[in-house]
């Protein structure tokens, strides 16, 4: 048997479901080949964990007393509607019979629009109604303004559209500069708030609920989100950063370099058609033109950062190659497989290998197909990392 062959039959083997033959053969098989062995360690390993999990769990009483609320409510609320029903029906019969005595046993065909033309009225309603609350909707949420947005100084100076100013708003088309080593926070009504620093410069293009962006100049960029659809958007020298759901920080050195560093959420980075998903953690340099680097954890080692930095300026550079797989651990997952994009083909093998020790690809990802960059391989792959990360 080939390893797709084992890979396929490998859930049935650890639980114990092929017979002798097939056993023996995928047994055989495991005993030689690293990679089907670490698919059944990784087995092996979930299951340890998911024994350990409790098998019952326990529901606070306030849960249980609301439901038990809701359960009695709907059964009163069925037995007043079944009788207001047959009260309704009794009085139905009762004036039937008692226009039958009278000769009125038949609606008219007046009679008959009238009650027609009652239901297509509370149709109509019911519909104008719903078309009013969904363009409430569309106007409060989602082409709503989130400016001006509020500045709190805290006393520092700054200056808006270029002259030192005391206003107390920004909106959109103002830029914003905070001076030296002052701190300002611009707060975004019911999305988040911004402090800048270190000089920081900025324009201010749009302040909607759909979208708030800026384009960063210089300094230091803080985004701390308040509510879950938040979202920010920064231009710089031509890259997108895109911030749903997350908080981040952006801070431009002297020499144009900005760092980005994602700290809760994913951090969408877009230049042209290259895409990177900036994961909780990492952080990623911008070149001056704008160029996307190669992303690196918070807590990677000087030695690993300054070998990134070497291969970066010359992939062809197989000493700081060694040096970066050398010093790279399992939260460097994200910086192995940006990698083996970045690399020669001749390099992509032992990057692969490397970060297959930390983890290996999901059954329906092969080898080939990450050598050969593989789009949707590694999406796939980097989604079986991310919950393990």
């Not at 962006?213 to 020298?237: D, P």
């Not at 997350?246 to 877009?270: A, H, M, R, W």
């Not at 020790?357 to 990450?370: A, K, N, Q, W, Y």
Request: hydrophobic share 35%.
């Amino acid at each position: 048997m080939n390893c797709d062959e084992i890979r396929s039959k490998i859930d049935d083997y650890f639980d114990g479901l092929l017979n002798p033959d097939e056993s023996g053969s995928v047994r055989q098989h495991i005993e030689f080949c690293p990679e089907c062995k670490s698919k059944l360690k990784l087995l092996q390993s979930l299951s340890e964990e998911l024994k350990g999990l409790p098998l019952e769990f326990e529901p606070p009483k306030s849960v249980i007393k609301e439901i038990t609320d809701a359960l009695l409510y709907g059964k009163r609320e069925e037995e007043l509607e079944k009788k207001a029903k047959e009260k309704k029906e009794d009085s139905l019969k009762k004036q039937k019979r008692k226009d039958s005595a009278s000769g009125r046993g038949k609606k008219s065909k007046d009679d008959r629009n009238i009650g027609k033309g009652d239901s297509e009225f509370k149709m109509l309603y019911a519909g104008s109604i719903a078309i009013i609350f969904a363009l409430i909707y569309y106007f409060t949420f989602i082409t709503g303004n989130t400016g001006p947005w509020n500045i709190n100084s805290q006393r520092a100076a700054y200056k808006v559209n270029g002259i030192t100013s005391t206003a107390k708003s920004v909106d959109a088309g103002d830029t914003f500069e905070v001076p030296g080593k002052d701190s300002v926070k611009l707060v975004i009504p019911d999305i988040g708030s911004i402090i800048l620093s270190n000089s920081a410069s900025i324009k201010i293009d749009e302040t909607s609920k759909s979208n708030n962006q800026v384009t960063l100049k210089s300094g230091r960029f803080s985004f701390t989100l308040q509510k879950e659809e938040a979202n920010m958007h920064i231009k710089y020298s031509g890259t997108s950063i895109m911030a749903a759901r997350n908080n981040f920080v952006c801070e431009v050195d002297p020499n144009g370099y900005l760092t980005i560093s994602s700290q809760t959420g994913t951090t969408v980075i877009k230049r042209n058609s290259e895409i990177l998903n900036l994961a909780a953690d990492y952080l990623c340099k911008l070149s001056p033109d704008g160029s996307i680097g190669i992303p690196y954890h918070n807590s990677a080692s000087n030695k690993l950062k300054s070998a990134l930095s070497e291969y970066e300026a010359n992939i062809q550079n197989y000493e700081a190659l060694t040096v970066i797989l050398v010093e790279a651990n399992s939260s460097d997952a994200l910086t192995l497989l940006r990698l083996i994009k970045r690399s020669a083909p001749a390099n992509r093998e032992m990057i692969y290998q490397k970060l297959y020790l930390f983890f290996p690809p999901p059954l329906d990802v092969t080898r080939l197909s990450i050598l050969n960059l593989n789009e949707e391989a590694f999406i796939k792959w980097w989604k079986e990392i991310e919950w393990q990360l």
